[in-house]
């Protein structure tokens, strides 16, 4: 199945029907798409969504930083648990959304890791960014 994790409906249906799925996405909040990848992503070196830090930051930057991301898993928590009680009610298990989209095939990103910050990836993430451009004239 070819889908968008941010809203894990697709991955549902997919992980019903055991069918392996593509997620096309930009990037879904809270970091989860890192997580459910299992690429490594600490808190103190990877700059955090909508922080204006850079791969180079001082201490109080990493412990905004840090801070940022503990606010993270608050709000993704209320945010993502509609769809984790519809996973756990569907597939007769309970279900985290990072379980439900751990079962991803392979992970088309539509960003270009050579303007966005360096962050380690798993071999299952593909970089895709150059579909964004336009055609230059």
Known sequence: IFTDPMTP??????????????????????????????????PSYVPRIFSENTDHMTFPQRVKNFLISISESFTCGIIFSPFESLASDFLQKPMTVTQLLSHGSIWLKRIDFVFEYPMPVMPNMVFIGGINCGQKK
């Open 9 to 42: 409906c697709g991955q549902i249906i997919a992980l019903h029907f055991s069918i392996p799925t593509v997620f096309f996405l930009r990037s879904v909040p809270c970091a989860i798409d890192v997580h459910a990848a299992r690429s490594p992503d600490p």
